[in-house]
């Protein structure tokens, strides 16, 4: 028998059911009406304005390289500063829809958006990353920061793998930080020195740990997760975002 919080959820998945065979599913850019067969809520005209992130990239840390010539290299930076990280792959340039998407989940709360990040991280190449990861874990926000905003991001995102090995408390935010929003790359990397911990390394020793969050701009938050990972005895630490910044 159901319980009454079971029976209200299973009451309100099914009116959405309803709807759904009834009502056109609408696109959430334009509000156009997309076709039963797109994997998400995304019209071909909007689909069509995403920059999809595609070789050639840096082979580390995923940079994209201003000529669309060539295959996969490392770019200058990792050669003569390799990030703590083995990968860093993104499926989306933050610009246009995708960087709508993003702002609107993160800071508008528009849960509607989550369906279709999801989505984004589902592509091969993305993929690859994860098949290769013993464990998922998400970027952890603070208590403080996580309060108001009542969710974490990263976590929601990093459940469009139900296959993978998700864990969200091996890696802990210990110490509150100003928004990244504004600061240059070295007020990023000095924002966010030793503002991670890995409470019980032995849940990281020698695993291969894919990282997981929404948006990568400096890398300088990831690189510090990494890097406490790395510490804690992690074998291999990757990262997958919905989008990152485009740099020329």
Not at 96 to 108: E, H, I, L
Not at 128 to 134: G, I, S
Not at 183 to 208: I, Q, S, T, Y
Request: charged letters at 25%; hydrophobic letters at 40%; one cysteine or more.
């Amino acid at each position: 028998m159901l319980n009454s919080g079971s029976a209200a959820s299973w009451l309100t998945q099914s009116a959405f059911r309803v709807l759904d065979f009834f009502l056109p599913r609408l696109c959430l850019f334009c509000g156009g009406v997309v076709g039963e067969e797109a994997g998400a809520a995304v019209c071909p005209d909007c689909e069509g304005q995403i920059e999809w992130v595609e070789s050639p990239v840096c082979s580390c840390c995923g940079l994209i390289f201003p000529s669309r010539e060539g295959e996969d290299r490392l770019c200058g930076p990792c050669q003569t500063d390799p990030p703590p990280f083995a990968r860093a792959r993104a499926a989306t340039v933050y610009d246009g829809p995708a960087a709508d998407a993003v702002k609107r989940f993160k800071f508008g709360r528009r849960m509607a958006y989550l369906p279709v990040l999801q989505h984004w991280l589902k592509r091969p190449r993305c993929r690859e990353l994860v098949a290769a990861a013993d464990i998922l874990i998400p970027v952890p926000l603070h208590r403080r920061r996580l309060q108001s905003r009542g969710f974490n991001q990263a976590l929601l995102l990093a459940r469009a793998f139900p296959e993978a090995r998700l864990e969200r408390e091996t890696l802990a935010r210990v110490r509150h930080t100003d928004p990244q929003i504004g600061l240059n790359p070295k007020e990023r990397r000095d924002n966010v020195r030793r503002a991670f911990a890995v409470p019980r390394p032995e849940e990281v020793k020698g695993k291969n740990v894919l990282l997981v969050d929404d948006l990568y701009t400096t890398g300088a938050t990831v690189r510090e997760c990494a890097r406490v990972l790395r510490r804690a005895g992690a074998a291999q630490v990757e990262v997958l975002t919905v989008a990152r910044v485009k740099h020329e």
